[in-house]
C-alpha cells in the first residue's frame, strides 16, 4: 500500500500547477467571478477560453485521449493530479460533451473522415458540443425514446423533441440518439447515434429557466430535420451500445472530490467571518459538526476514487463503482452547496443579478449561495438519478 | 499509488484467513465463547506458531516489524471470524506501550514472552468516572521506599481475565485530569492487592473490573519514566483505534455480503425479496457504507503516523466515520434478516453486536467527532484572505 506519489507524479503536478499560474487568465477568473455572483448566464468565450489554451497545450485539453488523436493519454494518476490541481486553482471546468463523452465515441467507433471532421475542433475547443439524449418522455427510461430518423436516399429525416439539452444556445453540434428502427424487438435495438449540426434547418432551441434563474439547459425540436447519412456513427441500429460505452468511459473525477474541499475551505472562511451568538459561525458547534461531518465524508470518498484509480492504473479499468462515485460526490455537493448557503443567514435571500435590481447587497461572500444551493438540486438527478445508480449497483455489482 | 498489499502481506494475509477458515467456523467459536475461560489457549499457540504475535515488534526482540497496515490485515481477518482470544489487548495495546516505553531490560524479557505465546497482557487504563479521556486517571501511586503503592479501580479491562500481566495507569503527580503525573506500571495479575472481578461482555468476549488495594510495585516495574506517560498511551490507543477500525471493516463486510446472500434467497410473496427495489437500494447504501469505510481506514493507515496532529487527525476521522458505518450497515443488516436478525442462534446478530461495541471502544462517534473537530477547526482566521465565493 502506497498513497504517495511518485517523482515522477510530483514533477508533472509541478509542472501543472506552473502552467495554470502562468497561463489562467486573470480576465476569464474576474469575468466568471463577477457573473457568478449576480447569478448571471456565463457566455460562451467564458466556458470555453481555459478548454481553447489548453487545447495548444499538448493536448491537455483531452487528458484521456491517446496522443494518436491528439490527445494527452495522461495515466489515470495524471489525470487525477491534473484534475485536482485545475480544481485548487478553480480553474473553468471543460465542458464534457465534446471532450469527456462524443470524442472518445467518434474515435472509438467513427470512420476516418469522421474522426477528420470533429476530433481537431474539440480537441482544440472551437466547435461547442452538446448531448441529446433524454426527451420528455424519457429520463430514467433512456432507451423508451421518440426521436424519430428516416432514412431518404442521402439523408436521415429527424423528427423529434429532445430536453435538458445543456447549453445547447452556444452549441455548434449535437449528439444524438434516435429511432431507427421502431419494430425491433427490445427498444434499446432500434437506436442510433447520429451527430447532427445544429445550424441544419428545422432545429429549433428553447431555454429552460431552472429554479434559481439560471439558463443551464434548453429543449432542442427536431422538424423535418435533414441529417446527412455521414453523420451516423457506426452502424444503425447499434446507438445503444455506443451510448453505453460513453457513460462507462469517462467518470474520472466524477466524484468532484477536489472541488468538494475547496467548497468547504471557502466555507470554513465564510463561517469564521459570520457571527452567531457573539461567537464566529464556525465556533457553533452545531454548524461546526456538520461541516466536519461532510469532511470526513469527503476524506473517504477521496480514498474511494484513489481505490478505483489504482485499480484503473493497473488495467482493471473502474466498474459500475463509478456509480458510486457518483451517488456519494453528488451527496457531498449537495451538502456543501447548503452548508455555505446557511453559513450567511438572511443574506441567503437577496435574488440578485435579475431585472430587477443588478446591484450588490450584503457581504461579497455571500451572493448568490442560495442560488447555487437550488441549482445543485440537479446533481442527485443528472447524468442518472442516485436512484438509478442505485439500481446499476444492485444489478452489476451485488448481483440482484 | 497502489493499494495492493506486498508479497509478505499477501501471505499474512492468507495465513491469517485460512486460520479462521480452519479453526474458526461458527459452532468451533460457540463453543469457545462460551467456555469457562472465554478463549481457546490452543489458538493462541497457533498464533505463535504462525508468527501471528510478533507482527508489530521490533525484529531485534523476534518480531516482524511490521506496522498499522500489516495489523490491518490480521484485524480485519479477525472480524470476518469475530476472533475473541486477546490479540489487540496483548499485542497491539499492551504490547504497543512495552515497546514504545519498555526498557532494554524489560523489552528483552518480556517481548520475547508476548512472541512465544507465554505472557498475555492487558491495559487497565479506564475507571468508572473517566469514560474515555485517557487523562482522567484518579488511580494513585505512592512512593514509598523502593515500591510505589497503588489504590483505586480499574474499568472493563478486556482480556485482563486472560492475562498473566497488567499494565496500569496511575496518578504519581498533578491532579485527577493532568496529563502530566500519569506512571505505567506493569505488574503480575496475581499480585497481592489485586482483585479481578471477570464477567463477559455483551459481545461475547471477556473483561474485568480490577479492584487495586494496596498493590505493591518495585521501582523496577515502572514502564517508561515517571509522570510522563500520556503521550505514549494516547499514541498506543491511538494506533489501537487503527486496529479496532480494521476489525470492524472486516465484519461489515461479512455483515454486507451475508445479508445481500440472505436477501437474495429469502422468499416472500412468491419471489426473493431481494427483487424489492426498497431492499436493493438499502442493500447499495450498506456497499456504500462499507466502501466509505475501508477507504478512511485506507487513509488512517497510510497517513503519516509518526507526526502526531496527523495521526490523531486521521485516527479520530477514521473511528469516527466508520462508527456512523458501523451502525448503518448494522442495523441495516438486522432489519432485513427479518426474525432472523433478532435471535440469538443466527450469526448475524453476534457480528451486529461486536461492531456495535468497537464503535465504543477507545471513545465513540461523538467523542472522536469532537478530537476531529477541536484539531481541525482551531485558528482559523477570516482575515488570511479577501473570500471571494463561488461554490460550483
Sequence with gaps: MDTAFSNEDLKFQNEIRDFIKTNYPQELRDSINSKRKLGKELSREDLTAWHKILGKHNGWSAPSWPKQYGGAEFTPTQKYIFEQECAKAECQYIMPFGINMVGPVIYTFGNEEQKAQHLPGILSGEVFWCQGYSEPGSGSDLASLKTSAVKEGDYYIVNGQKTWTTMAQYADWIFCLVRTNPEAEKPQQGISFLLIDMKTPGVTVRPIKLMDGSHEVNETWFDNVKVPVENLIGQENMGWTYAKFLLAHERSGIAGVARSKKAIERIKQIASSEMSYGEPLIQDPAFKAKIAAAELELSALEYTELRTLAKDSAGKGPGPESSLLKIKGTDIQQAVTELAMEAVGYYANPHLGTTLSNEYVGPDYATNLSGTYFNFRKASIYGGSNEIQRNIIAKMVLGL | ?392
Design chain 2, 1 to 392: 499509488m497502489n493499494f495492493d498489499y506486498t508479497e509478505e502481506q499477501t501471505l499474512l494475509d492468507n495465513m491469517v484467513t485460512s486460520f479462521v477458515r480452519d479453526n474458526y467456523d461458527w459452532d468451533t467459536r460457540c463453543n469457545i465463547v462460551k467456555s469457562e475461560e472465554g478463549w481457546k489457549e490452543e489458538n493462541w499457540k497457533q498464533f505463535a506458531d504462525l508468527g501471528l504475535l510478533g507482527v508489530p515488534f521490533d525484529e531485534a526482540y523476534g518480531g516482524l516489524g511490521g506496522k498499522s497496515a500489516d495489523l490491518m490485515i490480521v484485524m480485519e481477518q479477525f472480524g470476518k471470524g469475530l476472533v475473541v482470544e486477546p490479540y489487540l489487548p496483548t499485542v497491539i495495546l499492551a504490547g504497543g506501550l512495552i515497546s514504545k516505553l519498555g526498557s532494554e531490560e524489560q523489552k528483552n524479557s518480556i517481548i520475547p514472552k508476548i512472541i512465544s505465546g507465554n505472557v498475555r497482557c492487558a491495559f487497565a487504563y479506564a475507571e468508572p468516572q473517566s469514560r474515555f479521556d485517557l487523562n482522567d486517571v484518579k488511580t494513585s501511586a505512592l512512593l514509598n521506599g523502593d515500591d510505589y503503592v497503588l489504590n483505586g479501580f480499574k474499568s472493563v479491562v478486556f482480556g485482563a481475565g486472560m492475562a498473566s500481566h497488567l499494565i496500569i495507569s496511575a496518578r504519581t503527580d498533578g491532579d485527577q485530569r493532568s496529563e502530566s503525573g500519569i506512571t505505567l506500571f506493569i505488574v503480575d495479575t496475581k499480585s497481592d492487592g489485586l482483585t479481578l472481578q471477570n464477567y463477559p461482555t455483551i459481545d461475547e468476549y471477556r473483561a474485568s473490573e480490577v479492584i487495586i488495594e494496596n498493590l505493591k510495585v518495585s521501582k523496577d516495574n515502572v514502564l517508561g519514566e515517571v509522570n510522563m506517560a500520556y503521550d505514549a498511551i494516547e499514541e498506543i490507543v491511538d494506533i489501537s483505534t487503527i486496529a479496532a477500525c480494521s476489525e470492524a471493516v472486516g465484519i461489515l463486510q461479512v455483515l454486507k455480503d451475508s445479508t445481500t446472500e440472505y436477501c437474495k434467497n429469502r422468499k416472500q410473496f412468491g419471489q426473493s425479496i431481494a427483487k424489492n427495489q426498497v431492499i436493493q437500494h438499502r442493500l447499495v447504501d450498506m456497499m456504500i457504507e462499507y466502501e466509505q469505510a475501508k477507504s478512511i481506514l485506507y487513509m488512517a493507515v497510510t497517513a503519516d503516523l509518526s507526526n502526531s496532529d496527523e495521526r490523531r487527525k486521521a485516527v479520530s476521522a477514521a473511528k469516527a466515520r466508520i462508527g456512523k458505518a458501523i451502525k448503518f450497515v448494522g442495523e441495516s443488516a438486522i432489519q432485513l434478516h427479518g426474525g432472523m436478525g433478532v435471535v440469538d442462534e443466527y450469526m448475524v446478530s453476534h457480528y451486529f453486536k461486536r461492531a456495535t461495541m468497537i464503535g465504543v471502544l477507545f471513545g465513540n462517534t461523538d467523542y472522536h467527532m469532537k478530537r476531529y473537530m477541536t484539531l481541525t477547526q482551531s485558528g482559523i482566521s477570516s482575515s488570511d484572505e479577501a473570500i471571494s465565493v463561488s461554490v460550483t
